[in-house]
């Protein structure tokens, strides 16, 4: 009833305003006529009557509604409150059901799933902290890698070690590809060509840099056969034990019958045949020569023969006799066989050793206290040398180097070694210091071989190579010594061994195909190492000469200073073994650098 009241009196109220709306006029005023002034008189009238109901009926509304909201408010309240309290109790009551019923988790039931949760929430936030950590780490090494490559681009690359890692046992037989094709040194227009071993130290420049080489960089040369327990390396230095230090040793040999034998005795009379490797350069003609490393009867009926017990330390180039061009070629070519061996021994191949002799040679070179020493010498005859029950010496003299003089010929003239004398050592406990160095015996340190490596370009020469190594190594540092006793003897043609030696070709029989290469080789030789100089050096063959030249810790001219020759005379000391054997070892053996790195010869002023 009231609500449609409500309509009725809303609808009667739309129609008084519209009517109102509908008789006033647009300026306020009234309609001209009478009709306009006595009408709306009358429904201003009737309209005020209408509104003072219509106001009354709406102060009876709202009072009934605030009456309404009242009564009715409070009764929806409480109603609410005790459905919500209905609904929080199940609610519980079913999660107290719920929690009984789970497993327990160290403390069972809700405990442990309350420990649990703690427990995984700790895990995520441990993770979420180690994500963060490592999202640190991460961009921290961007910014190092980055700085990185700031340096490296600011600062130059360094340059590659000189020195190659020494690795025992080795075999040249093993480097495939490690080998490089060279020009015939005795053919002019280099249309014969070999494949050879490259050299273990491609640059000797690079290992000495023409200044007095450092001993941490000496000891980085020499293997030793037990790696480094620690760092597995087989480069100790001189931490390596005496008899676990490596031995090379160097033969050229030309058509040699002994060589087998030479190659026998070095592992047969050795005390540690295990730590030695044989480099053979084996110039022969096939059918008709044996070679070296084949053992007089077969492994298979023999296996005990030094030749099969150690044919794997045992490396051969094998070349064309035609292509020989005399030893210095030769023993260059053995020389690109070594390969970091601690010691290094050159040898001719026919000689026989002593029983023990790599210990005896070993301690010898040891008690210079001269990292820098050679010891080398011609060697004695064989003949009534050597003990055949014992294998050992039977001489208590030895050879010493200082006698030599100027020859002539074909090739010009240069020094040749003539017969050295032999005696009573002069210096007891340790080898003695000498002048001049000799191609067919010689021990010294493995860097002397990597140091001053024989030359490529001096075919046919004989005569004159012994000047060139030792004065070389004498500017490069090395010093040489006489052995204080020999440790093998050489097999000469003379005596009861003359018919056998005098059967050996020698390397001459073919010097007809590379006639004048000796000429030319000769002033190459005698120019490098400063002895030649009435000739135009324009006149000789400047290749390669950093690689096979001189070094800078001392001058050729303090040399021949020292030892009596004079290079434009062509004369030399006749007096100098006197001094050899008398005076030169206790005055310049006081000069000895404390490091064991060489004579120092700018302290030395004596002069003839």
Known sequence: ???????????????????????????????????????????????????????????????????????????????????????????????????????????????????????????????????????????????????????????????????????????????????????HPGIDDGHVTMDVPRFWAEDPVAIHENKLMSRER??????????????????????????????????????????????????????????????????????????????????????????????????????????AVGPVFARHLGHRLYRGEYYSMQSDAHVTFTRGWDVDIISQIEATGDEMAVLSTYLTDIVGSIDQKTGLSLRKTRPIMCNTEYEGGAQGKHLRHLSQPEGMPDIHGMPQLQPYWAAGYSFSRGHFIAAVPYDLYQPMIFQGEEMSIGLRGFTIGYDFFAPEKSVCFHSYAKGVNAAARNKVPHFWEHSEKFSGTGVKAMKRLLGIVNMNPEVDPSEWNHAEEARYGLGGVRKTSKFYELYGIDVKKKTTQRHLCQFVRGRMHNMFMKHLRSDGMGIDYSKIDFKW
């Open 1 to 183: 009833m009231n609500g449609a009241t409500d309509v009725v009196a809303r609808k009667k109220g739309r129609e008084a305003r519209s009517r109102k709306k509908k008789y006033s006029s647009g300026n306020g005023h009234s309609s001209s006529g009478s009709i306009g002034n006595g009408g709306a008189n009358e429904v201003s009238d009737s309209g005020d009557s209408r509104r003072s109901d219509r106001m009354a009926m709406r102060k009876k509304r709202v009072h009934r509604a605030k009456a309404r909201k009242t009564s009715g408010g409070r009764s929806s309240a409480m109603s609410l409150c005790l459905v919500s309290t209905a609904m929080f109790a199940m609610y519980l009551l079913v999660c107290i059901i719920f929690f009984r019923n789970l497993p327990g988790g160290g403390g069972g039931g809700m405990k442990g799933l309350v420990k649990r949760t703690k427990e995984k929430v700790s895990q995520l936030r441990a993770k979420h902290s180690m994500r963060n950590e490592v999202k640190k780490v991460a961009e921290r090494l961007v910014e190092i890698r980055e700085e990185s490559e700031v340096e490296a681009a600011e600062v130059p690359a360094q340059k590659k070690s000189p020195v190659p890692v020494g690795v025992w046992p080795i075999s040249i037989r093993d480097e495939e590809g490690n080998f490089e094709e060279i020009k």
């Open 218 to 323: 000496a000891l980085s040369i020499g293997t030793c056969i037990t790696p480094d327990p620690k760092t597995g390396s087989s480069t100790r230095g001189d931490e390596c034990p005496l008899n676990e230090r490596t031995v090379f040793v160097a033969i050229a040999s030309y058509r040699d019958w002994q060589c087998v034998d030479t190659v026998t005795s070095i592992f047969s009379a050795a005390k540690h045949p295990e730590r030695i490797r044989v480099a053979v350069v084996d110039q022969i003609v096939a059918g008709e020569d044996g070679s070296c490393d084949v053992p007089r009867s077969p492994c298979g009926g023999d296996p005990d023969q030094p030749l099969c017990l150690y044919k794997n330390q045992i490396d051969v180039f094998q070349m064309e006799a035609e292509l």
